[in-house]
């Protein structure tokens, strides 16, 4: 029987290794083996990472270089230029030459949302002219349109519609994972799982739960934004707490449902509020070990109610290598291209980011704050991104 690593998920969502270490062979392999797995419930540790992720040695490494404010901030405070070494270093050390993408598509089910977040310029009030809920022959038609393009994934947010209930969110996922039972779906951030919780009366689990059985394969990591309370109070008032987020991640990851976490900057914080962000995220990735991956967000102001000049790129570029050396137990980091513009998202693929994210057709939510990058990428523009930083593409 093929070995494989004993930190692997649920069958279910068995793409990667926990630990991310296991490369994608390895995960062609376990596919090839996955009747073993599921006939005998029995796990080996991986050959390459040992079950542990690392080498003992490197993990020491690892989890002792970084771990404090102070650390933090001295990675601020130091050289551009030598940071995005030291975190290009560490992103070869785990993934070599390699960089990850997928063949995905956005959908948004609607804008109308009553939180109201002053960061926001997607959400819609129910009378607002750009407001629009799509009926779900429409999000099939969409999801349809996908798959012929090739997608594998889709990533569904929305916003937390006042009217809509659970059972609406629920039966986008039902219908779509019937229609196509191939997709890995990512949907529904912590903020509208608080809600489906809240409207129920249910636990955060049971939501969970009911979610997965209807083919939800993750979630995505929205609604972190930044996780400082002042700073919360001024761009998101209305928004779940931080503490509340980390606890449906960490829900989601005790029942082997892998999540992304994300970070908002360049608007109101400052780096100490970056790196309190990355230290609390550290800290449940230690507990659970779900997050495969993290995507850092650049803010983008416009059609939003707060008034602060875009960030620098380079302050942008300092952020990700901070990222990815802060956040040594979370394997992934991405370039989140609709953000960045292709060019930046290019430039962080040398200072620590390992993965470009997709094609993402039709992204919505970032657009109408102001991005001014296209609405996707065919996979060849993708691929030409990567070659161009001297990396290879790997399709996931
Ligand atoms: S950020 Fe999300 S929760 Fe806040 S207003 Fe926009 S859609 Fe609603």
Known sequence: MTAFCANLLTVQSLRRCRNGICRKNDILELDAALGDFQSSKETLPCPRCDGMGFSGQEKTMNTTLLSSHEDGLTLFAA????LGARADAERRRRHGNQTYYVVNAHINPTNVCRIGCPLCAFAAKPNDKKAYVLEIDEIVHRAQRAVEFGATQLHLVSSVHPDKPYSWYRDILRVL???FPQLWLKAWTAVEIVAFAQSTGKSYEFILNDLQSVGLSSLPGGGAEIFDVEVRKKIAPNKIPAKIWLEVHRTAHKLGIPTNATMLFGHLETPKHRVEHLLKLRKLQEETGGFDCFVPLVFHPKNTQIDVVPISPQEILKTIAVCRLMLDNVEHMKAYWVTLGESLAQIALSYGADDIDGTVFEERIHHD????????????????????????????
């Not at 523009?381 to 790997?394: D, F, H, T, Y």
Request: net charge neutral; no cysteine.
């Open 177 to 179: 994972h019937q229609t």
């Open 79 to 82: 050289d551009l230029h030598e």
């Open 369 to 396: 704050a102001g991005s001014h990058t296209p609405f996707g990428l065919p996979e060849s523009r993708l691929r030409e991104l990567i070659l161009g930083a001297k990396q290879s593409p790997v399709r996931i």
